[in-house]
């Protein structure tokens, strides 16, 4: 087995394998509709969560634990449902989610996640057509 390094720590990749099979996050977009409702890309079917990479965050020295920051958006329908308060609940719904993995056991071979917290303020974001966003980051704390 190869040995990890900080490049392999890699919060996103994590948090979304984590999302996608997470129950609360399922339930927070849809319940039994909800599998296939996190992603990477804004798409249907909606509401939608997409995990990315962040803004900003702390490289700290590069030796060991680093803290990188990861968006969290939730996409309504195109024709503007659920409501923007929906919409919220929903994304802080997944943001709970998300810190989950942080007392969930390590799996051997993949990195470590020992902190998880918001690093912001929730942003009402609708997009340029009208679609409902909402969007927050997350600092993460990872190490390989």
Do not use: F
């Amino acid at each position: 087995m190869t040995e990890l390094t900080l490049a392999d720590a890699d919060p996103v990749s994590e948090i979304l394998t984590w999302l996608q099979q997470s129950d609360a996050a399922v339930d927070a977009l849809g319940g039994p509709g909800g599998p296939g409702r996190v992603s990477g890309i804004a798409e249907a079917p909606w509401p939608h969560l997409v995990v990315g990479h962040g803004p900003g965050g702390d490289l700290r020295t590069l030796t060991w634990a680093i803290e990188p920051e990861v968006t969290l958006e939730v996409y309504g329908d195109p024709g503007g449902w659920p409501g923007k308060a929906e919409l919220r609940r929903i994304l802080l719904r997944c943001a709970r989610a998300a810190q989950d993995i942080v007392e969930a056991p390590h799996v051997p071979g993949r990195p470590v996640i020992s902190g998880i917290k918001p690093s912001g303020l929730l942003v009402w974001a609708p997009l340029v057509d009208g679609q409902p966003r909402w969007l927050m980051n997350l600092s993460v704390t990872i190490h390989p």
